[in-house]
């Protein structure tokens, strides 16, 4: 692995461990901040909470951007049970049964975090029947918290309220073969890939070829990430997690180039145009549509911005549960940012 990459996964890693589940961005915009102003780069923050980064190009005459989510999947406290576990209810798409035996932390509105852990309504072999059998559907997990709770009144006590973020552990680890397996890469890998972007296009002294903004959404998961962009932008392109399975074309090992997703046909020139792109590097590419899928760019047609978009990013297997991709996938993609910057 290229020490380049490998710094790409060590920063997706750091990145991975702030918990942020869509909604919940407190910590982890203010870590990205640190970073951006440790490069000593323009940023501003808009009343919604995204975090927009902004470079001079060589050309003014055309404003682009990038986009890639912080906002990750999660949980959220529904009710608190007389027996002191908790019910919850999810936040964005997660694949519940993955969820079950899953260490959490939940985030009281005093920030404590709380230790537990989730399971099933049916929890232990020797005790019930459907153990094995029960469906794991949202309604029949719950959280038992690791702190002496016997009944409601105690789950108070410890500042918990229903409403409260449950964030999950993402279990993040780079093996030695390249792989970065974690919860949560989409879209944390993409977000490491555009900071590493912006780090090398300093330190390396280049400008992107036109004025380009990176926005780093923060409600991606629920759909409206990036619903409002400034207006100038004319072309966006959302980094984010290629899909894997089924018939579609990916690997792990290549950069996705999305030709479709349930918003529609993304933008054929620029599509051509990243596909060309990759063919000149030799990057290990694919172009593939999305069966079950929206992005910031599609987030932000619909809130009527007036811009080409498209979709890239690297091929992240078993999407929305324990996921994984690998350092080949993540280079393919900083390349192909890369060429589209025109930086070298
Ligand atoms: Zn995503």
Redesign the pocket.
């Known amino acids: 692995m290229k020490s380049q990459i490998k710094d790409i996964l060590e920063l997706a890693k750091e990145i991975l461990e702030i918990p942020s589940p869509t909604g919940y961005s407190e910590k982890i915009i203010p870590f990205l901040i640190s970073k951006i102003e440790s490069m000593k780069l323009d940023y501003e923050v808009t009343p919604k909470g995204n975090l927009l980064i902004h470079l001079k190009g060589h050309d003014s005459s055309k404003h682009v951007a990038l986009s890639a989510?912080t906002d990750t999947l999660g949980l959220m406290v529904r009710s608190i049970q007389t027996d002191g576990t908790l019910k919850v209810t999810t936040l964005g798409g997660i694949i519940v049964p993955t969820l079950d035996g899953e260490y959490c932390h939940v985030i009281t509105r005093d920030n404590s975090m709380i230790s537990g852990t989730i399971l099933y309504q049916s929890p232990s072999s020797h005790v019930y029947k459907d153990a094995n059998s029960g469906v794991r559907e949202v309604e029949k997990m719950m959280v038992r918290l690791d702190e002496t709770v016997k009944n409601k009144d105690d789950v108070h006590c410890l500042g918990i309220q229903n409403g409260d973020i449950i964030a999950i552990d993402p279990k993040t680890i780079i093996t030695p073969s390249g792989f970065i397996k974690s919860r949560f890469l989409?879209?944390k890998i993409s977000v490491a890939i555009l900071l590493s972007i912006l780090d090398y296009a300093k330190c390396s002294q280049q400008k992107p070829k036109y004025d380009t903004t990176f926005i780093i959404s923060t409600y991606?998961?629920v759909g409206h990430g990036t619903a409002w962009i400034p207006s100038t932008i004319t072309e966006m392109i959302a980094v984010?997690?290629g899909c894997i399975g089924d018939d579609l074309a990916c690997t792990e090992y290549d950069v996705s180039i999305c030709a479709k997703d349930s918003s529609g046909p993304y933008d054929r020139e620029m599509i051509s145009s990243l596909k060309d792109m990759a063919v000149l590097k030799s990057l290990n590419h694919v172009i593939d549509i999305y069966p079950m899928y929206g992005?910031d760019v599609s987030a932000a047609l619909r809130g009527g911005a007036n811009i080409k978009g498209a979709l890239i990013g690297p091929g992240v297997m078993a999407s929305h549960g324990m996921e994984r991709t690998h350092a080949d996938g993540v280079e393919a993609t900083f390349e192909l940012i890369k060429s589209y910057l025109n930086i070298e």
């Open positions: 989510h989409d879209d991606e998961e984010d997690m992005s």
